[in-house]
């Protein structure tokens, strides 16, 4: 069983019910304003109501978002979810009465059983006359007669649960500031894996149980924290600093420390991530960029990250959040507080710190943080998606190898058929930050906040049945567009459409696989027929066709099969550099009126080889109304 593809799952379903919550807030907030200053009070109990009732709810939120979440969104696992929680409820309270609550558990477990059934359920085919109720309508039924059942069981085991998870809560809570500091470093440390957002699950919205003085039961930090608890906050509050200080101080760190040319793009794109992470608590862009190449300064990150939330606890410090520890979460939710105004100084004091500290760390071992080299993988994407996502598409081995494809805030997740298929190069090149291998084909790769767009593009391409033809690098070198080819044949695509590459070794190799259709007398150029009907013509440098003496030698001849990578010329680098007006080598298609669109990577350094650099899509044939091919 795929148990590390079915938490990162959970994890992420658990991250849709919280959308409600930030709603909550800014209600609750609105409510306690002085409104009868302007006698509508009234209008203040309205909007206090509204706020706690989405609080009240909680439970079912998470049962309708955890089976949405687990079956992308399927109408009927949610109302399935809705119909086994109402049910579920009732007979309990019918048995146990309403003093025994699950509350946002029972709402998972709900929500997970739903899903379940879903799955096991979708596609059941019944006899024809019946058959209304065969396929994904069979599932409230099912789903009926299955929370009869769990009912039955919890209604048996439920008082001895609910007495292990108070014993569980007292002793966590009992852990004081030690509990809060481990918690800090394993939230930071499960950020990577995204299984963070089970262990805030639990900590958030089940540790720990306040009663209202209305009688409501509110269980968890964070609904304890909005029903008034004086205790709640220890499980947010010290995240504060952390999100609104520490982390845009690593980006302004970035940025101090990138070079000069690089300045502006690297300035433009981690000030972004700054403000976001200030204003709403959103930090992966930032955590990312260092993650990969330095992970022990991300261990010391998660150490101080629970640091912040011992602090915090041993200054009776009780803070809370309704989506994350940002700067907009922070005023909204202030007027709850206790001692809450301490948090900024105390941000403050570990903005510095953590400036300092990653200023002196990129520069002592020369970590190679975004912008202190060419080619930063978080560079600006200047609107081009849609085009490089069919690249991407590729790099993750291709349409078969994706069996499943989400997206959360900064990363895709993925099952992958076979997870070596995978182009690491290829996917840093088309702007990934890192790639993070779970095991069992579960991958993720953070691309930041375009992921969801990305997921949306690739997902596009799946739906469509079309004919890609991807090409490989030719050579090691840079990329650049043909436009910037010195020759007005070649910039002006009179020949055909491509990319062109300034070269670092002396060696040509296929980029696409075809049969040598010609080669030139001085082996400076050769074309290759795909067999999809592409002419691909490789010309090694400007103006070398008569160069003097022997500077290219052909390894393969016409009629010749090749492969993506097979080397197809040698040649004298140090001697074409001298005597061509320039080094620039063209790779074009010279019949493009068979392509319908065109994919490049960004222009920069490639290696010889390197998936993924370019891609086409083919018109479809007028004779079968298909693809060419």
Known sequence: MNWMGNL????????????????????????????????????????????????????IIFAVGVALGLTE????????????????????????GTQFQLGVPGGILIGLLAAIIYHRCKEIKLPEYIQFFGGPRIVPLIMGLSTLVVSYIMITIGPYLEMGMGKLSNWLLGLGGLGAFVYGIAHRLLVPSGLHHILNN???????????????MAYGDLPRYFAGDPTAGMYMAGLYPIMMFALPAIAFAIIGEAREDLKPKIKATFLTAALASFLTGVTEPIEFAFLFVAPYLFVIHAILSGA????????????????????????????LSHNGLLLIPIGIVYGLLYYFLFRWAIRRFQIPTPGRE???????????????SPLILQALGGKDNIKKIEACITRLRLTLANDRLMDITALRHLGAAGVIRLGGGNVQVVFGTFSELIREEIMKVLRKDIHVV????????????????????????????????????????SPVAGTIMHIYPTMHALGILTEEGLEVLLHIGIDTSSLPGKCFNAVVKEGDHVEPGQLLVKFNYNKVKK??????????????????????????????????????????TKQTGGTNG
């Open 202 to 216: 639990f900590f958030w919205f089940q540790v720990g149980a306040y009663r209202t003085p209305t009688g409501h």
């Open 374 to 388: 060419e080619g930063s993988s978080l560079e600006e994407w200047a609107g081009d998606i849609p085009y490089r």
């Open 73 to 96: 969104s399927a109408g009927i696992a949610g109302l399935s979810a809705m119909l086994g929680y109402f049910m579920f409820t009732r007979l309990i309270e019918h048995e146990l």
């Open 579 to 620: 005597f061509a007006s320039s080094m620039a080598t063209p790779m074009i298609i010279t019949n493009p009126d068979l392509v319908k669109s065109w994919s490049f990577a960004p222009f920069k350094a490639v290696k010889k080889g390197q998936g993924s650099v370019m891609s086409v899509v083919l018109k479809p």
């Open 8 to 59: 990162q799952q959970l994890g992420r379903s658990l991250m849709l019910p919280t959308i409600a919550l930030p709603i909550a807030a800014v209600l609750l907030r609105l409510g306690d304003l002085p409104w009868d200053v302007i006698h509508a009070s009234s209008l203040g109990d309205m909007l206090l109501l509204a706020g706690n009732t989405v609080f009240d709810y909680i439970p």
């Open 470 to 509: 991807l090409f490989t690098s030719p050579m090691q070198g840079r990329m650049i567009p043909i436009e910037e080819v010195p020759d007005r044949i070649f910039a002006s695509r009179l020949v055909g459409n491509g990319v062109a590459f300034i070269p670092e070794k002396g060696e040509l190799v």
């Open 308 to 335: 912040a939330m011992w602090l915090a606890y041993e200054l009776n410090i009780q803070h809370g959040f309704s989506y994350s520890a940002g700067a907009i979460d922070y005023v909204i939710n202030l007027h």
